[in-house]
């Protein structure tokens, strides 16, 4: 058993652009609940936060941008290749991801906790997980992985893949590989195949079953129900973002998209007129895909959707609530406000992970609302 009385803790690592945040988000679809350590030690840094003094008074205020925040681009090209820089660094940033580690896997509701994280079996955190999983492919495939994604020349990729701890190391030491070299669908097959194992195991209980479908106010095509998407609702899915003028998908696509996001699905009795597309990273939640098909009484579609987010975003232990909504929708402002949200601009959000998350999603042609789901967040400043 892991550390944490009462819960299965998986281990989820591998080198970079093998597949694991993919991994994670898949499980996370099957009822766990899921930690990324690397976006932790990132926030751990931000301005205000525990460790962030502590790099600049070892590293020096030149590390700083204009804004004041740590240049982590500039840290890490100081850091990479430099064992004792690294090591530096690391000792100062890992006690309080450990911290916050410990606090979220304390206060999850779920029974199985994954926490992803690359040097997981180069710390103490591994000891205290009861599996470990490895993801894998071959490094000619992170490399493309990393020139396609992060826009890297093939030199650079080829370095910071061969810069990496060793794989053969992790899987070696892996209860479950698995091979991320091939289609969504086969990636999700072993991943479920990986739950299914872990699930029937003494050391924990089955995922909880899906909530019973949650019923709203009716609508002029029908009762309104809502319920969680499910990869094999992959092909309904791409049909309805097609219709209603979203970019033109297959099953493949929507397949591809469960690695990043979870669905919410709108039905009319039994046809599908509505639905949201959302994710929860870094404890914030991003509602990137609002769809509601004409007729559908607008406001109580969106109220359904959005308070079935913000239930599951609670259960994820998310602060704050994100939505990035195109003209048509982000004119509904009553509806929004009615529901607790205001429109604002990401420098008005003032926690730096809510900021990041705000800018990296926000586009020129979508408006940003914004909701405070709680109160006691994760590595607040001190």
Not at 82 to 109: C, I, M, S, T
Not at 258 to 278: M, N, P
Not at 286 to 298: E, F, K, M, N, S
């Amino acid at each position: 058993m892991s550390d944490w009385s009462g819960k299965y803790v998986i281990g989820l690592t591998g080198n970079i652009a093998t597949g694991k945040s993919v991994v994670r988000k898949m499980l996370e679809h099957l009822g766990a609940y899921t930690i990324d350590a690397d976006a932790l030690s990132h926030r751990a840094m931000s301005k205000g936060a525990p460790a962030y003094q502590p790099i600049v008074d070892y590293f020096g205020k030149w590390i700083l941008m204009d804004d004041g925040e740590i240049d982590r681009k500039k840290l890490g090209n100081l850091v990479f290749g430099v064992p004792d820089a690294l090591k530096a660094l690391e000792d100062l940033v890992h006690p309080f991801v450990e911290q916050a580690v410990n606090l979220l896997v304390q206060r999850a509701e779920q029974k199985v906790v994954v926490i992803e994280a690359i040097k997981l079996l180069e710390g103490d955190l591994a000891n205290k997980c009861d599996s470990i999983w490895v993801t894998d492919a071959p490094e000619k495939l992170q490399v493309a992985r990393l020139m396609e994604k992060r826009n890297m020349d093939e030199d650079s990729a080829l370095r910071r893949v061969q810069a990496q701890n060793s794989q053969k190391d992790k899987l070696e030491a892996a209860h479950i590989v698995i091979d991320n070299t091939s289609s969504f669908e086969d990636l999700w097959k072993q991943v479920s195949a990986g739950w299914e194992k872990i699930s029937t195991t003494e050391s924990t209980e089955k995922a909880p079953p899906e909530k019973p479908t949650t019923t709203v106010a009716a609508a002029p095509s029908g009762k309104l129900t809502v319920k969680r998407g499910h990869p094999r609702d992959s092909q309904a899915i791409a049909d309805l973002i097609s219709k209603l003028g979203g970019p033109k998908m297959n099953s493949s696509d929507v397949m591809a998209a469960f690695g990043e996001k979870a669905f919410l699905v709108l039905k009319a009795d039994d046809e599908l007129v509505g639905l949201a597309g959302w994710q929860v990273e870094n404890l914030v939640t991003r509602t990137t895909d609002l769809y509601i098909t004409p007729g559908v009484d607008l406001e109580s579609a969106l109220k359904s959707l959005i308070e079935e987010i913000e239930n599951a975003s609670h259960a994820l232990q998310s602060e704050a609530s994100l939505l990035f909504l195109k003209d048509d929708l982000a004119s509904k402002k009553t509806i929004w406000e009615k529901l607790g949200y205001e429109k604002r601009t990401p420098k008005t959000l003032g926690v730096q992970a809510w900021y990041d998350a705000a800018k990296e999603i926000l586009t020129p042609d979508k408006t940003l609302y914004f909701k405070q789901l709680r109160m006691d967040r994760v590595l607040r400043p001190i």
